[in-house]
């Protein structure tokens, strides 16, 4: 098994964290070396579970992976229901009918219930230590301040946690200097990133063409360059980070922690081993000590 963490020759420390699906994918991933969860896509415990599940029955599941992969980071990323993705996950039997008008953290912000025992039961499972927050599909400022503010009113009883928020549409990664203020860390999800970016199917987003390069080169360094200068971590989450072609420009662009779902994670590794790695390195972009806590 390849290691999960990279010294590139240039001197910087490369992660390798996995995208997990349901609580089933725990076992391959403890089997896996990765530096973390990278996102935990919880939506699909709702296939799972035949629906959303209760506020208790989350803060079970939260807080039983949280405590499997303590002390590695776990991103447990807010459901990302949307038009779309409800397709994908439910087919004809869409729980929300043709009430969905929003994607990620949007369509949670309309549904205040689902999204308030999602926060209490990831805020329970943050006691373990290693729970980070993500929210999909941010699209401005408010929304993130929005869930922020509902976090406050949940807080009290809680622990200390990081909160992240994700670039997956042009808006966000335009507005990315401004919304890395207002979180701990940013991930890029790049199957919706370049879905939305160049108009082409969510299936076909993963394929590669060198025609997208350019366009995408240029805003995913202005997510960096907000990053950087915010001294903020991010991670770029996807399968286009096992691209071959791709990686590379990931590296240069100054990329250091990426995520990838277990089927792509052998092709991620053998190629970082392939660029320049001389050695190991330690610890990752969203270890404690490089996290700041909420
Ligand atoms: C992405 O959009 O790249 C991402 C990681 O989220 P998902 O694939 O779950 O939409
Ligand atoms: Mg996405």
């Known amino acids: 098994m390849l290691d999960p963490y990279y010294h590139m020759s240039d001197g910087r420390q490369i992660a390798c964290y996995v995208n997990m699906e349901t609580e089933r994918d725990i076992d391959a991933v403890l089997q896996q070396k990765v530096a973390g969860v990278g996102i935990f896509r919880t939506e699909f415990l709702c296939v799972a579970e035949k629906g959303v599940p209760s506020m208790e029955r989350q803060a079970q599941i939260y807080t039983a992976l949280a405590e499997k992969l303590s002390p590695l980071p776990f991103v447990i990323r807010l459901f990302d229901f949307g038009a779309d993705k409800c397709d994908l996950l439910f087919g004809k039997k869409n729980p929300f009918g043709k009430k ?122 202005m997510v960096v360059c907000a990053a950087k200068d915010a001294k903020k971590p991010l991670i770029l989450c996807g399968e286009m980070a096992a691209h071959k072609e791709l990686l590379p420009i990931f590296l240069e662009l100054g990329i250091e922690s990426f995520s990838l779902s277990t089927a792509h994670l052998s092709a991620f590794k053998e190629r970082m081993q392939a660029l320049h790695v001389i050695e190991r390195a330690k610890s990752s972009m969203l270890s404690p000590q490089r996290v700041r806590s909420r």
Do not use: W
Request: aromatic residues 6%; hydrophobic residues 50%.
């Open 100 to 221: 969905v008008s929003a994607r990620g953290v949007g369509f949670l912000l309309q549904h205040p219930k689902i999204l308030q025992d999602q926060l209490c039961a990831i805020m329970r499972a943050s006691s373990i230590g290693n729970v980070r927050l993500l929210l999909p599909f941010v699209s401005s400022l408010e929304d993130v301040c929005m869930v922020k503010k509902m976090i406050d009113t949940i807080k009290q009883k809680t622990k200390k946690f990081s909160l992240g928020a994700m670039i997956e549409v042009p808006a966000a990664a335009l507005m990315a200097d401004q919304l890395v203020q207002e979180v701990d860390f940013l991930s890029i999800g790049t199957n919706d990133l370049v879905h939305y970016l160049f108009g082409l199917d969510r299936n076909q987003a993963s394929a590669f063409s060198k025609d997208i390069v350019p366009s995408l080169r240029r805003v995913l360094q």
